[in-house]
């Protein structure tokens, strides 16, 4: 005759969760050589029984943040036990939103506002690009960031509630650098025009800008701080300039605008007319 073997309990259950979320512990992977009989839940790892069932799940909710120990224990039969237990931390779940693409200097949103937290006293503690080094501590969900150079990071944010549970969530960024240039859609010959590239975002410093006022390829302006220049086109024509942005870290973009240049209206008269008749 095999004797009897006692179960082997199993138990999994989430990891994190809010305070006052249904949460299920289920130890349906638990196994016996005849069969398990019941399943005694200790919910919060205390010691006491919270629970006996049958079933071998059972929901429950916290009320309170920490980090509990819940356990089961699997009875057979023949009255022989096993006991298992899970770690599930209550009280905070990070949650990290942000723009999947920024332009360089421009400020944009992190966003913690979706982390489930319990308690009072909850922190945020922003690690803007992602190199470990802490920009700021805030007791708001939420923090206004700009990035100086173009790239790929991954922001972070670790929450903290008053009883000192903490979690964290990243989120990617792809920050652009963007040249822009804006002109007058139309003026007259012999008119001066302002190209204005106020609106390109770079990053970097001693931000530079270079002209190429027809569009030819060739850049007729030395590299200038201002990002403005006038000029004056003496001919008609339709003509799309482009301006270069570079910066010191080696950064350089492009942007171009159309133009069009009147030449003026023409005046046409018969060759001739007899006196006191209009034309």
């Given amino acids: 005759v095999t004797p009897d073997q006692p179960p082997s309990a199993s138990l999994t259950g989430p990891t994190d969760v809010a305070v006052g979320e249904e949460v299920t512990l289920d130890a349906s992977d638990s196994t016996d050589d005849r069969e398990i009989a019941r399943y005694e839940w200790d919910v919060d790892g205390d010691g006491t029984v919270d629970a006996n069932t049958t079933e071998p799940t059972y929901s429950a ?42 332009l360089v200097t421009r400020t944009i949103t992190l966003d913690a506002s979706d982390s489930t937290i319990g308690g009072d006293g909850v922190t945020y503690r922003w690690d803007v690009d992602g190199d470990g080094s802490v920009e700021a501590n805030t007791t708001e969900p939420t923090y206004a960031a700009a990035y100086e150079e173009p790239g790929d990071y991954t922001a972070r944010v670790v929450v903290t509630d ?98 069009t240049v009147e030449s003026g209206a023409a ?13």
Wanted: net charge negative; aromatic share 4%.
């Fill in 61 to 102: 909710a916290y009320e309170e943040a920490g980090t509990v120990e819940a356990t089961v224990t699997a009875v057979d039969s023949a009255g022989q036990t096993d006991t298992t237990s899970t770690t599930v931390r209550v009280g905070v779940t990070a949650s990290l939103s942000a723009p999947a693409e920024a």
């Fill in 267 to 279: 005046l046409s008269a018969p060759a001739g007319v007899l006196v006191d008749q209009q034309i």
């Fill in 162 to 259: 008053g009883a000192n549970i903490t979690d964290e969530a990243t989120a990617s960024v792809a920050v652009e650098a963007r040249a822009a240039l804006s002109v007058p859609e139309s003026v007259p010959v012999g008119e001066s025009v302002t190209l204005d590239a106020s609106a390109s975002t770079i990053g970097g410093s001693n931000v530079t800008y270079e002209w190429d006022l027809d569009g030819d390829g060739t850049f007729e302006t030395n590299a200038s701080a201002s990002p403005t220049f006038t000029h004056t086109y003496e001919r008609g024509g339709s003509y799309s300039p482009v301006v270069r942005v570079s910066n010191d870290a080696g950064t350089t973009r492009t942007a171009s605008a159309t133009v």
